[in-house]
């Protein structure tokens, strides 16, 4: 069964750094995500994106964030200069649907820790 | 502005009992409702959804959600709990036109044998 991979399992680094978070969608999905949860909190919409293009985001997802799809198969997301409440545990996922929220693939998730 | 509750953090249900968690919701228009569960360092994994029609909602390993627009919620549940379903479930909700979802802050459901 088709499903989404992500790279790395864990990172650690230091605040102030930057970190690539990496995501293969399954391959024929249109729409790609990213979420985060913080240890013991909720799940947290970050961003999405159709087409080469960021279709939505959150209040979350500013500046220090970018997201692109280098290759026509991965989709990364930067987080240019992290910080400490950067530390969660963020989540890749994809959706075959076209309109709508519809059902979302996710894969297994990158720590990242931040000193 | 969309809004999803879970009151419980923690459901108890022996093995062979019937299963409840609750969800309610709070979205301007007609709701997409969804149940993800989340096993330990895995990733959340789709169970159902509902977006229109029959309000009783059938999804994978036997569980099933009923969505009540007047009680603005979308109940989890499953006739007779496994062990194997502990696990953290979390209730979403989406409006169309938009991709994102939000979710609830998870329940954790511990089935005891």
């Known amino acids: 069964e088709p499903e989404v991979t992500q790279t790395p399992s864990h990172q650690v680094t230091q605040m102030g750094q930057e970190v690539i978070l990496r995501c293969v969608p399954i391959?024929?999905?249109?729409?790609f995500y990213w979420y985060r949860q913080i240890l013991g909190q909720k799940v947290e919409f970050l961003v999405s994106?159709?087409?080469?293009?960021?279709?939505?985001k959150s209040e979350i997802f500013d500046d220090q964030f970018s997201v692109e799809r280098p290759d026509g198969s991965n989709f990364t997301l930067k987080i240019r200069s992290t910080k400490l409440e950067d530390s969660a545990m963020y989540f890749c996922?994809?959706?075959?649907?076209?309109?709508?929220?519809?059902?979302?693939?996710f894969g297994e998730g990158s720590r990242l820790t931040v000193l | 502005a969309q809004s999803v509750a879970q009151p419980e953090d923690q459901v108890n249900v022996a093995e062979g009992n019937p299963l409840t968690v609750k969800c309610t919701y709070s979205?301007?228009?007609?709701?997409?409702l969804f149940w993800y569960v989340q096993y330990p360092n895995r990733g959340l994994q789709f169970l159902l959804k509902?977006?229109?029609?029959?309000?009783l909602v059938k999804g994978s390993y036997g569980f099933e959600a009923e969505f009540n627009k007047s009680q603005t919620s979308f109940h989890l549940k499953k006739p007779s709990a496994l062990v194997s379903d502990s696990a953290l479930y979390f209730c979403?909700?989406?409006?169309?036109?938009?991709?994102?979802?939000?979710f609830g802050t998870g329940t954790r459901l511990l089935v005891s044998p």
């Open positions: 391959s024929n999905h249109l729409y």
């Open positions: 979403a909700s989406g409006v169309t036109g938009f991709q994102k979802l939000v």
């Open positions: 509902y977006i229109t029609g029959d309000n």
């Open positions: 994106f159709y087409n080469n293009e960021i279709s939505e």
């Open positions: 996922a994809s959706s075959p649907t076209s309109s709508g929220p519809g059902e979302l693939f």
């Open positions: 979205v301007s228009g007609n709701p997409y």
